[in-house]
């Protein structure tokens, strides 16, 4: 549960410009509250905290943004196709930024290779990173988008093209090929992702 310490008429504002809808708090303690995406952003004199599965789009929109951060992905797929699910991970300095973890239906390994790239380069986005460096364990997704290896799926083509889209938002941005056990906390949120039931 991120809690971020900013002046509430700022928060409002930014959210305000970004189509949030604020609405009044529950209690005489909270100032406002904004809901986007499954997540609750509620004020309160000196701070903003931010509630729900997926908070990241809320803090995004929220924080300063700017730095630098590792973006770690791994999509699974358990049959190829089958039931699939996607993991990201948003790395700085100071930790993990933010990270996350869903089930995105039927899909082939590629499909949720490419969909966990999409999912972690978004997050990165909205949380206002200008340098990020990219790091997953499919070599074949890390070629392809670096111009290496064609891709020759039209599917997979067309999510290669959104990859690239998404990487020009950046100031700068590097993308190379890890290790799973450097990846290890992408792959464990796509399989537990996979793993509820719920």
């Given at each position: 549960m991120p809690t971020l310490d900013c002046d509430p008429a700022v928060a409002r504002d930014r959210l305000t410009d970004a189509g949030v809808r604020?609405?009044?708090?529950?209690?005489?303690?909270?100032?406002?509250?904004?809901?986007?995406?499954?997540a609750v952003a509620v004020a309160y004199d000196d701070k903003v905290v931010v509630q729900g599965g997926d908070p990241?789009?809320?803090t995004g929109l929220l924080s300063d943004g700017g730095g630098r951060a590792h973006v770690y992905f791994d999509g699974a797929s358990r049959g190829n196709p089958g039931p699939g699910a996607v993991g990201w991970c948003l790395v700085t300095s100071d930790g993990?930024?933010?990270?996350?973890?869903?089930?995105i239906g039927r899909v082939t390994n590629n499909q949720a290779e490419y969909a966990a790239l999409i999912r972690a380069l978004e997050a990165a986005?909205?949380?206002?990173?200008?340098?990020?460096?990219?790091?997953?364990?499919s070599e074949l997704i890390i070629k392809q988008v670096r111009g290496e290896w064609n891709a020759n799926d039209p599917q997979l083509r067309e999510k290669r093209v959104r990859v690239r889209e998404l990487l020009d938002r950046f100031d700068r941005w590097?993308?190379?090929?890890?290790?799973?056990?450097?990846?290890?906390?992408?792959?464990?949120?796509?399989?537990?992702?996979?793993?509820?039931?719920?």
């Open positions: 604020i609405e009044e708090g529950n209690t005489a303690h909270e100032r406002w509250r904004a809901e986007r995406d499954g990241t789009r809320l993990i930024a933010a990270e996350g973890g869903e089930r986005d909205e949380y206002g990173f200008d340098e990020i460096d990219v790091r997953g364990d590097s993308i190379a090929h890890v290790p799973r056990e450097i990846n290890a906390r992408a792959d464990d949120l796509a399989n537990e992702a996979l793993d509820d039931r719920n």
